[in-house]
């Protein structure tokens, strides 16, 4: 596929599953069984995933972990010293959500035990799960380091649905006090790798930059690094609380940046 044609193939599925979406929250069970048959029309969720899968080609944009393993450059002589990484007994823990591939750069780097999971598993070591259904921890060894949502939470059709889904990451991260972890890892982690289109912050009616780390700071997460290129927004998060916040404030569906010509992505907290 031409780099337009998976282009317009992420975008038209993305779209349907939107319109899906409020079709069921409206209660028209028909318009979203109408909606659904053309998502299968246009070749349904394995479709829309070899797209994604040919975007992370290296003549298309390349594979999105690549910008986490540039930023933990930094803390390797650490990872090094405590044996994270060559060989070593203990490695940190990494839940891979919507993985497509394993063998990306984080799976090659040797510094995770990676978890994959996605709602539509395409290879062997991916184990097709929903986030949002997977049982919670019974304990520390259950939980992860670090969390990758790499072009994940766009794909969640509803602005509560994505609050819903960032609160959640924090119930899967790993307390450091857990281990004996040095102070230049503790810098970082535990932590969110979070990746979104750009244009869901640069271009959206309802979320900006101020925003995005006000909601993220509400949830317990300080912004460690960020990176915005042309087509993408890369973020990572470092967990401060690992019990959800009760929030004296909501974060509702409201203007931020007017313009007939912005997209309607949101990220709402109850």
Not at 153 to 173: C, H, Q, S, W
Not at 180 to 204: D, G, I, K
């Amino acid at each position: 596929m031409s780099k337009k044609v998976t282009r317009t193939l992420i975008r038209t599925h993305h779209n349907l599953e939107k319109q899906r979406a409020q079709a069921l929250v409206a209660g028209d069970t028909a318009a979203a069984l109408e909606i659904s048959k053309q998502i299968e029309q246009h070749g349904g969720i394995k479709m829309y995933q070899q797209a994604s899968l040919l975007g992370q080609a290296k003549d298309r944009g390349g594979d999105s972990s690549k910008v986490l393993i540039e930023w933990l450059q930094a803390i390797k002589p650490s990872l090094h010293a405590e044996g994270v990484v060559l060989g070593g007994m203990k490695q940190f823990r990494m839940l891979e959500v919507g993985s497509l591939s394993t063998s990306n750069a984080c799976s090659r780097s040797g510094w995770f035990e990676i978890e994959r999971i996605d709602l539509n598993s395409q290879a062997e070591g991916i184990t097709q799960q929903d986030f949002m259904e997977r049982p919670l921890p019974k304990d520390s060894s259950e939980q992860f380091d670090i969390i990758s949502l790499s072009l994940v939470l766009n794909y969640v059709p509803d602005a509560i649905g994505r609050g819903d889904m960032l609160e959640r990451t924090l119930k899967f991260l790993r307390n450091p006090s857990c281990d004996e972890t040095s102070q230049a890892l503790r810098a970082s982690f535990p932590s969110l790798f979070l990746v979104l289109p750009v244009s869901c912050v640069t271009n959206s009616r309802y979320l900006d930059e101020p925003r995005l780390e006000t909601i993220m700071q509400s949830l317990g997460y300080i912004k460690v690094y960020q990176k915005l290129s042309n087509k993408l927004a890369y973020y990572l998060w470092k967990a401060t609380e690992l019990v959800p916040k009760k929030r004296t404030e909501s974060f509702k569906k409201i203007g931020v940046r007017p313009g007939k010509l912005r997209n309607n992505f949101a990220i709402v907290l109850k």
